[in-house]
């Protein structure tokens, strides 16, 4: 009988691979079989050293630094992976970004909702393309892929609507493509974070912000990281086939979505 929490054989491509929750991914599918490639924009040294963490439990590691917020880049980091581990059957994209500093939607510039775009939304769409046109092919095998996405995106963040926009988007975007996917044997989902314990949201914990924000969680902590991973590699495993377009709160009862 197949172990049902086992990925071993699995091919597996992280964005934002190298810290915060897609680091704690990347480290948990290796954990659990799968041979794995992050993705990074720039932060070389993190990526040699998470592939050695990877490669010394036992499985496969890649890296690339690649631009996901172009569609070239996004294919040649599909490629690399394909090319490094053999295939693809899962992606976890957990790359993003959160502008830190607060702006309201009359003073938002140009340039900072152009930006937040690229990075969230053009990344999710071309990313996303480049992995089902992979995953399509292989087809009946099919695949998984799991979006990282937000509570901002469910109820909207004041002083932040790009980044709430951008998830919004994503969701919507999770929905509509996974009955695109299904007859392909390839399921979409979306894993919403509240607050997390990453280097994103150092700012507004260093403020002071972190013993109130986690007064205000039904269950009294901030996540962390492996708090958000267990549910993402979970929707990876051969026993998840018939979870498909749905968005798994991660929130410590903080959001509750209907």
């Known amino acids: 009988m197949t172990d049902p929490f086992s990925l071993r054989g699995k091919r ?3 964005t934002g691979g190298t810290r915060g929750i897609g680091a704690a991914v990347a480290r948990l599918l290796a954990r659990v079989g799968a041979d794995v490639c992050v993705g990074y924009r720039s932060r070389h040294y993190e990526a040699a050293a998470i592939r050695d963490e990877l490669t010394a439990l036992g499985v496969k590691g890649a890296s690339l630094a690649a631009d996901i917020g172009s569609a070239s880049g996004a294919q040649a980091l599909v490629d690399h992976t394909v090319g490094e581990l053999g295939g693809l059957d899962i992606l976890v994209h957990s790359a993003g970004i959160w502008p830190v500093e607060e702006a309201a939607v009359h003073e938002m510039t140009d340039e900072r909702w152009a930006h937040t775009m690229r990075e969230n939304v053009d990344a999710t769409f071309f990313i996303a393309r480049a992995a089902a046109r992979t995953m399509m092919a292989a087809r009946p095998q099919g695949g998984r892929i799991v979006m990282i996405a937000s509570t901002a995106g469910q109820r909207g963040e004041a002083m932040h609507a790009d980044y709430a926009a951008s998830k919004g988007a994503m969701i919507s975007f999770v929905k509509s493509m996974c009955g ?4 392909y044997n390839i399921t979409v ?3 919403a974070p509240g607050w997390v314990d990453t280097e994103m949201c150092a700012e507004p914990f260093a403020k002071g912000g972190r013993e109130r924000i ?3 969680i039904p269950v009294r902590r901030i996540a962390s990281t492996d ?3 267990f549910p993402v590699v979970s929707l990876c495993f051969g026993g998840a086939r018939h979870i498909t377009g749905e968005i798994v709160n ?5 959001v509750l979505a209907g």
Request: charged share 10%; aromatic share 0%; glycine share 14%.
């Open 250 to 254: 991660v929130n410590g009862g903080s």
């Open 189 to 191: 989902n979306a894993v």
């Open 227 to 229: 708090d958000i991973a």
């Open 214 to 216: 986690a007064a205000g």
């Open 12 to 14: 597996a491509l992280v």
């Open 180 to 183: 695109e996917l299904a007859p």
